[in-house]
């Protein structure tokens, strides 16, 4: 089965810029995670996506980040106006979300660099 | 909520040494465990995963991790490194409580394996 895919892989803004992030995950998952990967650290979830709604963002900066999963598919995330501790590579994921069938399957990620 | 330590940040094993890395986690019920490899330069990628039955589990590259319920642990382990083994190393939890499932991260450890 095709991965989960993301873009841009790269992405080199300046501080108070704003940002977009796109995934598509594996078909057929109805999860969708978007993680925040600082250098040295392991990933922190940011927002967690069932079908189309949101079950989890708990540790999204809602002031400056909003993400949407769209028809339960697809998903931006979006980072307005960026700061440079945002700084990290973003990890989208996605799993079937049933019991016993938790396996989470992450895409290569986009870093992106604030300056 | 759950969480999950990495005791070991960053581990420097010669190759053919034997390896074994910590993972305890924190929640009452349920989980399924996993750990996760990030090579250099790639995405987080699945080594192994636990979700029931036999408590030793083995993955892929000759890697291995026992759940021991009563300790809370999930540690991981190879027998003889290979410089090819070098990485970042996360374990994982997802509570197996129905409904959405959360994962939550370790922080991570550097393994750096020297010819």
């Known amino acids: 089965e095709a991965g989960v895919a993301q873009s841009p892989r790269y992405k080199i803004i300046e501080k108070r810029q704003s940002v977009a992030f796109w995934c598509n995950p594996i078909?057929?998952?109805?999860?969708l995670y978007w993680y925040q990967q600082i250098l040295g650290q392991g990933p922190k979830l940011l927002i967690q996506?069932?079908?189309?709604?949101?079950?989890?963002d708990s540790q999204l900066p809602k002031d400056r980040f909003s993400a949407e999963r769209l028809k339960g598919v697809d998903s931006t995330l979006k980072i307005q106006p960026a700061k440079l501790e945002d700084s990290a590579v973003y990890l989208c994921?996605?799993?079937?979300?049933?019991?016993?069938?938790?396996?989470?399957?992450f895409g290569q990620g986009t870093r992106l660099t604030v300056v | 909520a759950q969480s999950v330590s990495q005791h070991n940040h960053h581990v420097i094993l010669s190759e053919a040494a034997s390896l074994e890395l910590g993972c305890n986690y924190s929640?009452?019920?349920?989980?399924?465990l996993f750990w996760y490899v990030q090579y250099p330069g790639q995405h987080l990628q699945l080594l192994l995963k636990?979700?029931?039955?036999?408590?030793l589990v083995k993955g892929i590259k000759g890697f291995e991790a026992e759940f021991i319920k009563s300790k809370f642990s999930f540690n991981l382990r190879k027998p003889s490194v290979q410089w090819s083994d070098t990485a970042e190393y996360f374990c994982?939890?997802?509570?197996?409580?129905?409904?959405?499932?959360?994962?939550?991260f370790g922080i991570g450890t550097k393994l750096q394996v020297i010819p």
């Open positions: 994921a996605s799993a079937r979300g049933r019991v016993g069938d938790t396996e989470a399957f």
């Open positions: 078909s057929g998952h109805a999860t």
């Open positions: 996506f069932q079908n189309n709604g949101v079950v989890d």
């Open positions: 929640y009452g019920g349920t989980v399924n």
């Open positions: 636990y979700f029931s039955g036999d408590p």
């Open positions: 994982a939890v997802i509570p197996d409580s129905g409904g959405y499932q959360k994962v939550t």
